[in-house]
């Protein structure tokens, strides 16, 4: 056994390392954290100081295991987990829970994973920093507190199953304030005058500007009728030098940004990519507010620069960041090696590697020269002057390499580089044609998920390793989501001067289209305005950056975390019992106005399955009607004739080749129904937009694509995409098909294989079934385990043997066995079905009223 084991968080970070080590080092993965708080309970002793009860996983129990084996037999064990606030923690739980001693314990950390630094490193060892594990804790307990207390107050007042996070409820605020002010937003048009002049010369062309806007159409008209007549000519000419300034080296929030401008990679996505280059040494650390580069690394960038590009190219730079609570405890993100252009891997890999290594290579180079034009063009009959910008490249510098993108969408008023031909003082110019043109100002833009990473930044809350969870959290709750949705038509007026000729035009453009933007959701909505209602400390943008400050001061020594935690905890705390006492329930419901038919209010608001419109009030002696809000509506915008036009559906058609047609809205979306079958309709379609004709097509291209596409131990074998991606369907068993497969393409022997392995898995799925109970025990991807209903639930240990059930066991275990395991983990599992039965016989059952037939059936069956 080696004398040294090696404790790192990942198994590819710890191949790496064990290339750099000798036989002495044995280097083994943690796969992250150990333990944590209590599943199922709070784990957390108020008034004990906030003691914390932990736990292993069920999952980390065999690691654990292995680990405390080694570590026994190993003479130091050397904890190298992340040098941030998670992994000191992680050192401290794999500290405590493998029982190690202090005098056979060393804590390392490096900030990239090369042999230099890792053995660094171990000549250079200290102990566990226990600030930065009182910050985690106070971080993690704090979280679990919000959560834990403020969850089962929406869940009563709002709807089951709902839940609340610190960081992510004003990340869903910023997203909701966005929204509602590009809602209330009211976009106003000026008339803008471009003009385009030739100075005499073949292919010279002068665009030029009016610095202002017209806000009248007729104003508009006037000033081109004015220039008609007019002479043009240079009233001056101004040229100096500018200069552009490289960007610093990425940190993890302007790297989530750049990846997203430049990649479209989402903010998780980056993050994962950015960690495996890491593990594999590539780059420096990926999570860090700093934009600091390391001696090492501005000496190593300047010989690659030298090198590449020359010695002028050349300009050692040092950076600070701005950022609200950043702690600049680490370097920037760089690559490991600055000789290392690109890197083997896949493409994703490749890609933001070469990202990194632009930016941080351009951020050691000279800056980009420029020489600045400014011409004024007088207009002999009116007093307004023209203005034409240029500018020309006079030196690359950094632009050679790298250019930062920007989130700005509006680009239609930058000039870029627009070169201007050689001009002189009162030179006159031929005016060519000039335009001006109606434009709209535009609203707020909503945020990407790089903006509100920038957003979150900017306002000190969350930290670097937060950034990608918080914004997968909000999604992942169903708060917000993140799509592309379709703009409006919109006609715009223009008016032209060609020749001496003045033209006006009408043209259209589209508005509003969005692409991988944050919408809020009705629910989203519901719970931000009943948490800024009665909990404001929560999503108050302030406290939570203060909130931030007293973990960093708790890393840094200077506050006592218990004490953080009690000031927070005894304000929060009463604020639940009040809303739990006090509160309304919520529903984000909204009076739209009166129903013309019925004389009725109409409102708008969430349900239990749901945005919905309804009509009329619940002890009203009519109960009310309801009908579900199309996908592209929603409960804050909604109008009084959409909502009634949504009463509409479900609406009948007619029949089609003997079977009813019909058009509604179910649980998955709008869908015509053809006699007993449900087809969806395609996406951001309106079904009330659907007729006769449409219904036809869109049945008939369902006949087309359930069309056996061939025949498999002579039953049919039909395909079909769904919520999971393409499948085909083959004797009752629906069989996913994987992208190694040519969905479109599927041969005989394709189709057999996947039905052959399907059918093989489905064989040894079941151990034992009681399908009248909706009870079996199945063989899972971790061992056996039991469904009930849709519950996946743990097989506990055999109460007989107190050890793990045996195959054999399990194949004889009775259905009453297997009801006590349920009723151990679900106490109330066959409570429901069984009090409703008593209900029911008390009261006395009655038949089930008969309802009349329709019109339709009576003529039928005549």
């Known amino acids: 056994m080696a004398k040294n084991l090696l404790i790192v968080e990942s198994p590819a970070k710890a191949k790496t390392i064990e290339g750099y080590l000798g036989k002495d080092f044995l280097v083994k993965s943690s796969y992250g954290h150990i333990r944590d708080l209590v599943k199922g309970d709070m784990g957390i002793d108020i008034n004990n100081n906030f003691s914390q009860t932990y736990e292993v996983p069920v999952d980390k129990k065999q690691v654990v295991a292995e680990l405390k084996k080694l570590a026994k037999g190993a003479e130091m064990v050397w904890l190298a987990s992340d040098e941030d606030r998670e992994g000191e923690a992680i050192s401290w739980h794999l500290y405590e829970t493998l029982g190690l001693k202090e005098a056979t314990t060393k804590r390392i950390v490096f900030h990239e994973i090369t042999k230099p630094a890792i053995l660094k490193a171990i000549d250079t060892p200290r102990t566990i920093d226990y600030n930065l594990v009182f910050a985690q804790q106070a971080r993690r307990v704090l979280d679990r507190l919000v959560g834990f207390e403020l969850s089962p107050v929406l869940w009563k007042k709002i709807k089951p199953s709902l839940s609340a996070g610190r960081v992510q409820s004003v990340a869903v605020r910023l997203i909701v304030d966005r929204e509602r002010e590009v809602n209330k937003f009211n976009a106003t048009a000026a008339f803008k005058i471009t003009a385009q002049f030739s100075t005499g010369q073949a292919r010279e062309i002068v665009r030029a500007e009016l610095p202002h806007r017209f806000e009248k159409e007729a104003d508009a008209e006037q000033f081109l009728k004015d220039c008609m007549q007019a002479d043009f000519k240079i009233a001056s000419l101004e040229t100096k030098p500018a200069k552009r300034n490289p960007a610093a ?193 535009r609203p707020p833009a909503r945020y990407t998920e790089a903006s509100l990473v920038k957003k979150l930044e900017e306002l000190g809350i969350g930290r670097p390793s937060t950034y990608a969870p918080t914004i997968s959290t909000i999604q992942n709750r169903g708060y917000v989501v993140k799509e592309e949705r379709d703009g409006k038509q919109r006609a715009f007026n223009t008016i032209s001067l060609v020749n001496g000729v003045l033209t006006s035009l009408t043209k259209t453009e589209i508005t509003g289209a969005e692409k991988g933007k944050l919408f809020p959701t009705d629910i989203g909505e519901v719970v931000n305005d009943f948490l800024v209602e009665h909990f404001k400390d929560i999503v108050d943008f302030h406290f939570t950056a203060n909130v931030e400050k007293e973990f960093d001061e708790i890393a840094q020594g200077l506050k006592e975390w218990t004490k953080m935690l009690h000031s927070f905890y005894t304000p929060f705390h009463k604020e639940v019992e009040t809303t739990l006492e006090t509160a309304d329930r919520a529903n984000g419901e909204r009076l739209l106005g009166i129903d013309p038919a019925s004389g009725k209010n109409v409102y708008a608001k969430v349900g239990k399955f749901g945005p919905l419109v309804q009509i009329g009030q619940v002890d009203d002696e009519e109960k009310p009607k309801y009908a579900s809000i199309a996908k592209s509506q929603s409960v804050g915008t909604i109008t009084l004739e959409q909502a009634l ?75 079909g995409t769904g919520r999971f991606g393409p499948f085909i369907k083959w004797n009752d068993l629906f069989i996913n098909v994987p992208k190694a497969y040519n969905f479109d393409f599927l041969t005989v022997k394709d189709i057999t294989e996947l039905i052959g392995k399907k059918v093989e898995k489905e064989a040894n799925r079941f151990i034992q079934q009681w399908t009248e109970d909706k009870i079996a025990i199945e063989n899972g991807r971790w ?80």
């Open 249 to 441: 080296p990425f940190t993890t929030s302007t790297l989530q940004q750049e990846a997203s401008r430049k990649l479209g990679y989402s903010v998780s996505r980056t993050m994962q990519i950015a960690q495996r280059l890491y593990e594999s040494g590539k780059i420096t650390y990926m999570r860090t507010d700093s934009v600091n580069l390391s001696e090492t690394a501005i000496q190593a960038a300047a010989s690659e620069i030298r090198s590449a590009y020359g010695d002028k190219y050349h300009q050692p730079r040092t950076y600070k960041t701005k950022t609200a609570g950043a702690q600049e405890a680490h370097e920037a993100i760089r690559p490991t090696y600055f000789d290392q252009h690109t890197v083997t891997g896949d493409n994703s890999e490749q890609r933001l590697y070469e990202l990194i290594w632009k930016r941080a290579i351009a951020s050691q180079m000279s800056e980009a020269l420029f020489e600045r034009t400014t011409a004024q063009i007088d207009i002999s009959t009116r007093k307004e002057n023209l203005l034409a910008e240029g500018e020309v490249l006079k030196f690359d510098g950094f632009l050679k390499v790298y250019l930062e993108s920007s989130d700005d969408d509006d680009a239609e008023d930058a000039n870029g580089n627009n070169m201007l031909p050689p001009l002189a003082q009162n030179q006159v110019l031929q005016l060519k044609e000039m335009n001006a043109t109606e434009r709209f100002s």
């Open 645 to 719: 036009e949504q009463f509409r559906l479900p609406f009948q058609l007619e029949d089609y080749e003997g079977k009813e047609v019909s058009v509604g809205v179910g649980r998955f979306g709008p869908y015509v129904k053809w006699g007993d079958a449900y087809i969806s309709v395609p996406k951001n379609e309106d079904p009330l937009t659907i007729d006769k004709e449409r219904a036809i097509e869109i049945i008939n291209e369902k006949i087309t694509a359930d069309a056996p596409i061939a025949t498999h131990d002579g039953l049919p074998v039909t395909k």
């Open 783 to 862: 061992g056996p385990f039991i469904r009930f209903g849709k519950e996946m639930l743990k097989l506990r240990k055999n109460p007989a043997t107190n050890d793990k059930y045996t195959p054999e066991e399990l194949a004889e275990i009775s259905l009453e066995e297997v009801k006590k395991l349920i009723v151990e983990q679900v106490p109330n599992a066959f409570e429901v079905k069984a009090k409703a039965t008593r209900k029911k016989a008390a009261a006395g059952a009655k038949p089930a009223a008969k309802k009349p037939a329709t019109k339709k059936a009576v003529a039928k069956k005549k």
